[in-house]
């Protein structure tokens, strides 16, 4: 630092007077004219290669501040009234002024300074500026060597800083019984700057030892008091608090905690203070998260005790109560979801979520070792947060302060979401292997069972078929030979008893008739594939629709229902009493419609054939051989399908046959 080079042109309204070589001088008067300056302010605009042009200045002012006064070429004192005339300079932070002629034009007056704290002259924009400051002396001692003459050097603690004061004295004094003084200071704010114009710090320069002043003492009062209502308080005036030291944060803030009330200071003030410790501090009241503040607050430590307990967080009631003390809560933790190297913990009580801060690293990995959803029991400084309108609590948070802080009441239960979730995917997927199985399963036995149906089904048409091979064995060729024989009668009757060889012929013929039903049914049985490639429905359709005798007759199908497949020889039954019907309706009712009703029901199925034929009397019919065979056909079927047919016809009146088979079957 550049300590004398500080001193130089520290004016309120002028600049110091500092002597330079007249080489400036003439470098100025070859330079074009430049305007004269007569106030402070417009120096102190110029930028520092405007101010190293020269311009010329004449101002008048008081001077604050004169270093080694006993040595000067000019004979002038703190407080003159004085003219200076010269020229501008850069100066090595802020512009200054080379003096050339000083004239002293009597005493003057001091302005007024205006109370400054730390913050506001940590830029050095008040470089040269009268002010006053107020703090407590952190150290003291007498200087005999920085300086042209005897200073009291001081390092005051105000604010968030400290400051450097140099004062000189005429005499040697006990510089220790300054330290720990609250005292208030009027001088010249200097500047401690670096190579690079930089500002680094505040160096007071105080004229007098009379304007250091011991400041009067802050009121003390307890923490209730703090910003209430009162018509005649000052609300802006420091006030004095003691209390037990329970957390700080170097650099800025303490707790204190005294007669069950919390209170959190903010204080950039250095030094390490321990929890039980017993402090003293001053500050302004200000409005905190909860309850009220100290700003800019100065501490001193005045003794010890044990440190304050913690007491239990209720959750029921003004949280405000809380606010600055050491509490514990017991509590869930609850996952992470920010950064894994954060300080920051969420935890929850019942149905409140909180967040926690660890303030050591040993404290941090205490909680970092913790496994989510434990129970735990935390101890820590809480701090509440008010909001909305009306300023009411809405959360808080607690800051940790050591590992101790910190006690696992019970390790998490097994049983937690991500667990759950990893059950959860495997049952699922164990239902998707089962239901793919199931499916493939399913595929295969319906297949099989195609198989089954389609072998039954090609038994009972084998069994139908030996059927009909032994009907045709039984009937057809008893037929047969009952035909030979009576023709063999008809021949040899011919001649002689031409009566008996007609009777003959005649039952030859019916026989033949007969035989030629029997044939045609047993053909139809055994060249049944309709009912092999398609159901009932379709092979019925199929059946009657080359019966129709031209444009006479129109037959038509309909189907109730849902149609389903029966057993084989249901269908084919059903078929033939269909297909027989039918038939006679076009060859002997001589009908315009023909209408074959075939209805599916829930435990029946119901076949119907009806035309609007000439009809005939069903209990005492006059039929040809045919029909007469067609019908017993009929019967027969309907018989071995364990139900009656049922035929209902009047002459003119068309006829209807119909039957009903139960779904057993």
Not at 249 to 271: A, D, K, M, V, Y
Not at 497 to 509: D, G, L, W
Request: glycine share 8%; with cysteine; proline share 5%.
């Amino acid at each position: 630092m550049h300590k004398k080079g500080l001193t130089a042109a520290i004016f309120h309204g002028l600049l110091l007077v500092c002597l330079q070589s007249t080489v400036a001088l003439s470098a100025i008067a070859q330079s074009p004219p430049l305007p004269l300056l007569t106030h402070v302010e417009q120096v102190r605009r110029l930028t520092p290669d405007e101010a190293a042009r020269g311009y010329p200045i004449r101002i008048r002012g008081v001077s604050i501040y004169v270093e080694g006064s006993h040595v000067s070429v000019f004979p002038h004192h703190f407080g003159d009234r004085v003219e200076v005339e010269g020229v501008t300079g850069p100066g090595r932070f802020a512009p200054v002024v080379l003096e050339h002629k000083l004239r002293v034009l009597g005493r003057g007056r001091l302005p007024k300074p205006r109370l400054y704290s730390w913050n506001e002259l940590a830029n050095g924009q008040h470089d040269g500026q009268w002010v006053q400051v107020r703090g407590t002396v952190l150290s003291a001692s007498i200087d005999r060597k920085s300086w042209r003459e005897t200073t009291l050097a001081m390092t005051v603690a105000s604010g968030g800083g400290s400051f450097k004061i140099r004062v000189p004295i005429t005499r040697e004094l006990d510089a220790s019984a300054w330290i720990d003084r609250q005292v208030v200071i009027e001088g010249v704010c200097g500047t401690l700057f670096n190579f690079h114009r930089q500002f680094v710090g505040v160096l007071l320069y105080v004229p007098r030892l009379s304007l250091v002043q011991q400041a009067e003492r802050a009121k003390e009062v307890s923490f209730d008091d703090l910003l209430r209502y009162s018509p005649d308080q000052d609300v802006f005036r420091r006030v004095r608090v003691r209390g037990v030291v329970v957390h700080q944060q170097p650099g800025s803030s303490l707790f204190l905690e005294t007669n069950g009330q919390g209170l959190r200071i903010l204080s950039q003030q250095e030094g390490l203070l321990e929890p039980g410790d017993v402090v003293e501090a001053s500050g302004f009241p200000a409005v905190g998260g909860s309850t009220p503040i100290l700003e800019d607050a100065l501490f001193r430590k005045v003794g010890h005790s044990s440190p304050s307990p913690a007491v239990s967080l209720e959750l029921r009631g003004p949280l405000e109560r809380f606010d600055g003390r050491l509490v514990s809560i017991e509590a869930k933790l609850l996952p992470r979801e920010g950064p894994p190297d954060g300080s920051t913990f969420l935890l929850q009580s019942g149905t409140k979520v909180f967040t926690v801060s660890a303030q050591t690293d040993t404290a941090l990995e205490r909680m970092l070792a913790i496994s989510p959803s434990s129970e735990v029991r935390v101890t820590g400084v809480c701090l509440v947060q008010s909001g909305g309108l009306w300023g009411t609590p809405q959360s808080f948070r607690l800051l940790i302060r050591a590992p101790s802080d910190i006690t696992v009441l019970h390790a998490p239960s097994w049983w937690n979401l991500r667990h759950a979730l990893w059950l959860l995917a495997i049952c699922i997927g164990v239902l998707l292997v089962v239901s793919i199985l199931l499916v493939v399963v399913s595929d295969r036995l319906r297949a099989q069972m195609a198989i089954v149906r389609e072998k039954i089904r090609m038994v009972v048409i084998h069994e139908e078929r030996d059927r009909i091979a032994r009907e045709l064995h039984d009937t057809l060729e008893q037929e047969l030979a009952g035909i030979t024989m009576q023709l063999d009668l008809a021949a040899d009757c011919f001649q002689q008893t031409p009566q008996t060889a007609r009777q003959a012929v005649e039952m030859a013929r019916n026989m033949s008739r007969r035989s030629m039903i029997e044939a045609r049914r047993s053909v139809w049985d055994l060249r049944c594939r309709m009912l092999e490639e398609g159901d009932l429905v379709s092979a019925l359709a199929q059946t009657v629709e080359s019966m129709t005798n031209g444009e006479r007759t129109s037959i038509h199908v309909k189907v109730e229902g849902e149609p389903r497949r029966l057993a084989a020889t249901m269908e084919l039954n059903l078929l033939r009493i269909g297909q027989e019907a039918v038939i006679n309706a076009v060859k002997h009712a001589r009908p315009n419609r023909v209408t074959v009703l075939l209805q599916f029901r829930p435990r029946v199925v119901r076949l119907s054939v009806v035309d609007d034929g000439c009809g005939f009397e069903p209990t005492n019919p006059v039929l040809n051989g045919s029909s007469h065979f067609g019908l017993l056909d009929m019967r027969e079927r309907a018989q071995s399908l364990g139900c009656r047919l049922e035929i209902h016809s009047e002459p003119g009146g068309g006829t209807r046959i119909e039957l009903e088979v139960p779904q057993a079957q």
